[in-house]
């Protein structure tokens, strides 16, 4: 009885109400709810404190910012059913026009902050991309291997700034994207969907340790990620740990090379990689590598490398290459 009453009493006020409301369209920061809703974040922490005694709401720290999602229990998608069920005043239609306006220049600002990044990082990531074949060629490569299975619950590992999610969320039933640095989480965000709803899960994490239960995702992208990793069989081993059976692990990444430049000044921990490596590593996590893709480049090659559990059976028209 304790927990209804909690409920009931979290919801008794308009303001916890349109916060609820909000986080049905999208996470959001606790400093951009206060935006949203027109109040101090002082007075806005108070509610959602309030909310996330009650269950109705999880908080998640990222760096020195706290992230809001809607609780996943069952009291949770019982209370929202019960708002669908009735018809909202006039003047509550009224603050959640206003609201969901002033959440569109919480999207906005996170673009305006995506492209300035990009403005100022451009020609780093230009001296790289030059080097190595087209980026609309390597998407066409991966929608390619992973067009003959459902994507379903999609873990982008190092996300970067979301263009992964951007390509391939669409086609999944969920989505959680992980990467150790909060800039990149703030950049990605801005490429979520306007309806992401709870559908989209950004997560702080380390791509050695994922923060995700056994067997809980069917396809883990890994692109151009695994060359920063001391241990990169750890991070294939951690990919192998979350996977269902009968899901799929790409790996998008440079063939081995010698540009020792990509070590020392762009925190490269690995020059590439070989076939004979990855499907060790792949081995040794219980994958089977399915399949190979080549893509040269002007001074590298960028391959990509499927693998699926041992014994799944096969997907038609998948051959290691």
């Known amino acids: 009885m304790s927990a209804a009453l909690d409920i009931f009493r979290a919801l008794a006020d308009p303001t916890r109400l349109r916060v609820l409301h909000l986080l049905r369209a999208m996470e959001l920061a ?9 109040q101090s ?19 998640r720290k990222e760096g020195n910012w706290v992230f809001l999602r809607l609780g ?21 239609a009224m603050w959640q026009a206003a609201d969901l306006a002033r959440l569109a220049a919480v999207r906005a600002e996170r673009a305006r902050a995506a492209e300035a990044y990009f403005a100022e990082h451009a020609e780093e990531w230009d001296a790289i991309r030059s080097l190595h074949v087209a980026d609309v060629d390597v998407e066409t ?26 390509l391939f969320g669409p086609s999944a039933d969920q989505v959680t994207a992980l990467d150790r ?23 702080l994490g380390d791509f050695a ?22 241990a990169p069989e750890l991070v294939i081993a951690q990919a192998a740990r979350v996977l269902r059976p009968g899901g799929q692990v790409l790996i ?31 081995a040794q996590a219980g994958l089977e590598l399915e399949r190979v893709e080549t893509l040269p480049g002007q001074e590298l090659t960028v391959q990509l490398w499927l693998g699926r559990p041992h014994g799944a059976p096969p997907i038609e028209g998948r051959i290691c290459a």
């Open 72 to 92: 996943q229990g069952a009291d949770v998608q019982s209370c929202l059913a019960l708002f669908d069920s009735l018809s909202p005043s006039s003047t509550e």
């Open 252 to 282: 998008v990444d440079f063939a081995a090379h010698e540009r020792e430049e990509l070590r020392t000044r762009d925190q490269h921990a690995r020059l590439g990689f070989s076939d004979a490596q990855i499907e060790s590593w792949f």
């Open 181 to 203: 640095s909060p800039d990149m989480l703030r950049l990605a965000r801005a490429k979520l969907p306007a309806d992401a709803g709870d559908k989209y899960a950004l997560l």
């Open 41 to 59: 974040q002082p007075r806005v922490s108070r509610h959602i404190r309030i909310l996330a005694e009650a269950g109705l709401i999880e908080r």
């Open 141 to 166: 490569a991966m929608r390619g291997l992973l067009d003959g299975a459902p994507i379903g619950h999609l873990l982008d590992i190092g996300t970067g700034t979301g263009r992964m999610i951007e």
């Open 209 to 230: 340790a994922l923060p995700l239960d056994r067997a809980s995702v069917d396809t883990v992208l890994l692109h151009q990620v695994l060359h920063y990793a001391q």
């Open 30 to 38: 606790v400093g951009e709810v206060a935006q949203a809703v027109g």
